[in-house]
């Protein structure tokens, strides 16, 4: 018996340590957007995090840029810089090939940014990568809508955060000439007194959250050189949809979900008083009409004459 129970804790104990080595845990990844004068981008991502089992390396899919594109990718494990591969990354390769090391795979609709993992434990990653074309000029303003953080990470962000700030001559966001949203994800947005916009989780992100950006620029803030034959109406309209910006009003701070039930209540309230009134004129006509020396069905106000004990003369 002494042997069944220690091997029984023996195992429970290497299931335990199993499941300890295969957490993977982002404790909080923190992105800054620098946008240039000409609409481009250079994100660096910082990643805090506890590497927990045998994966040969880790990637950011990015995908539908359309003109856009994505270059110069590095990356840096608690402080050391990975030799870049370029696009010459091989997915194929082991974890000790991979270890050390960054590239770039690129796919028919994007690309996918990969560095190798390296030991287990605890990591500080920052990468850092260049979006050409972000800004897009549409017909009326300059704007983006783009994905950070995506949905169905190994392991979701516990905290997250982003802000965005300009290069151009020490140049502010400001009220007057742009508007911010962000969806995917719970949070709190502002504009910062820097002239910066930022943006962070105020909970942990679920396993299909995602954060995404959409910003509006007068035309004239940037040289964007990505050009676009669309109004920003359209990219709103795409970026709204399903979201909780949808259900705010254009009238009176109502949201849709509020005009709706006062819709309904004003129609139920409507029936019922018709409903009154149904009876009150049927309740008129029959005392008419019995004074007139004829009778009306009670089942329907108004559609059924009968004869009844009325005299005539």
């Known amino acids: 018996m002494k042997r069944l129970l220690a091997l029984v804790a023996a195992v429970a104990l290497c299931a335990a340590a199993a499941a300890a080595v295969a957490a993977h845990e982002v404790k909080d990844l923190d992105i800054n957007v ?9 994100v660096t991502q910082r990643w805090s995090m506890y590497v927990g089992s045998e994966n040969t390396e880790w990637y950011l899919p990015i995908g539908n840029l359309g003109p856009m594109t994505v270059s110069g990718l590095t990356v840096t494990d608690n ?28 796919k028919s609709n994007g690309v996918e940014l990969c560095w190798g993992q390296g030991e287990y434990g605890d990591h500080k990653w920052d990468i850092q990568y260049v979006v050409l074309g972000l800004v897009q000029s549409l017909e009326d303003y300059d704007a ?4 950070f953080i995506n949905p169905g990470l190994v ?29 995917g994800c719970e949070g709190e947005s502002a504009l910062q007194e820097d002239g910066s916009i930022f943006f962070e989780t105020d909970r942990p992100m679920p396993s299909d959250g995602r954060l995404i950006a959409m910003m509006r620029f007068d035309k004239g803030v940037f040289a964007a050189y990505n050009q676009r034959d669309m109004k ?3 990219m709103q309209k795409k970026a709204f949809k399903g979201s909780s910006y949808a259900k705010k009003s254009f009238l009176g701070g109502l949201s849709w979900d509020t005009l709706i039930d006062y819709f309904f209540m004003g129609l139920i309230l409507l029936v019922s008083l018709g409903g009154v009134v149904f009876i009150v004129i049927g309740w008129i006509k029959d005392k008419v009409l019995k004074a007139l020396g004829r009778q009306w069905s009670p089942k329907l106000f108004g559609s059924t004459s009968v004869k009844g004990c009325a005299r005539e003369a």
């Open 34 to 42: 620098a946008v240039n004068k000409d609409g481009s981008a250079t």
């Open 79 to 106: 402080g050391v810089p990975m030799q870049s591969l370029g696009d010459n990354w091989d997915v194929n390769r082991s974890r000790d090939w991979k270890a050390g090391k960054c590239g770039i795979v690129r």
């Open 144 to 147: 983006f809508n783009y994905m």
């Open 155 to 183: 392991a979701p962000p516990q905290h997250a955060s982003i802000s965005f700030h300009r290069l151009d001559g020490g140049g502010r966001f400001g009220t007057d000439s742009t508007r911010f949203w962000f969806f």
């Open 232 to 234: 920003f109406e359209k």
